[in-house]
């Protein structure tokens, strides 16, 4: 029988229940485990730590658990350089990217809306969601705790919040975009790129109000859908304005 002391900080502490939060969790094990078996049996995903120190050294995911130990979880840094310790998981490198489970289709528009190339389908199996985000090199959105402890991902968020607005928020802060945005540069519906289009192309699929009032346009080269800025636009923009302003208000 082993027994280790493990401590989880700051919004880990979300992911575990309220009587385990902000405390030292004492686990105890039969048989020869890893760190990483235990976190995620205590119910945090690997994709949401970053950093293990074990007795105060640094410690991998394979690390076996030891009796004794005192562990301690962090999540991902986003201020503070950690670089001179081991991370449990690669850099993410490049453009910031995402592909997001079935429950995320909102969110998904919304994070299209502000520019971010963002993979949805509503039939996505897991196995797909799983390989697409490790070929593609795509951050996994989800809110099924499973879906992220497949160990192909290796980047990965477990969305805390339940409403589409509040999770926009949450993931611009998380992986600080607040100054990334590039709003109404992609198809809400197909994630495709939006090409501006001369109006003598496209006049005679408008209605005549919208031919008559308004002179650009957009189109998505993927699924040919038309947008220009008419009151949904506005309404939009006005969101977007909101978004911006709150996502820097942390």
């Known amino acids: ?72 979880v962090y999540p991902v840094f986003r201020l503070l350089d950690v670089s001179p310790v081991t991370r449990v998981r690669p850099r993410f490198e490049g ?31 897991d196995e797909e969601l799983a390989q697409i985000s490790a070929s593609e090199q795509r951050i996994l959105l989800s809110r099924d705790r499973g879906l992220l402890r497949r160990s192909i991902v290796t980047h990965g968020y477990l969305v805390r919040e339940p409403q589409p607005r509040q999770q926009l928020l949450e993931v611009l802060r998380r992986f600080n975009l607040s100054r990334s945005l590039a709003p109404f540069r992609r198809c809400l519906r197909c994630n495709a790129p939006l090409q501006a289009v001369a109006k003598e192309l496209i006049k005679d699929r408008l209605l005549p109000n919208t031919r008559q009032s308004y002179d650009e346009f957009q189109l998505c080269p993927e699924c040919d859908r038309v947008y220009w800025k008419g009151p949904h636009y506005r309404r939009m923009k006005h969101m977007v304005d909101s978004i911006s302003g709150a996502s820097r208000s942390v």
């Open 1 to 72: 029988m082993k027994r280790a002391h493990f401590r989880f900080y700051a919004e880990l502490n979300d992911l575990l229940p309220p009587p385990r939060q902000g405390i030292t969790i004492v686990h105890t094990v039969e048989n020869t485990v890893s760190l990483r078996d235990v976190i995620e049996a205590l119910g945090v995903p690997h994709t949401e730590v970053d950093l293990i120190l074990v007795n105060g050294a640094s410690a991998d995911f394979s690390r076996q658990m030891q009796d004794g130990d005192r562990v301690s």
């Open 95 to 125: 453009e910031t990217r995402f592909v997001l489970d079935v429950h995320l289709g909102r969110l998904a528009a919304y994070l299209r809306m502000l520019g971010f190339d963002s993979l949805y389908r509503n039939d996505h199996h």
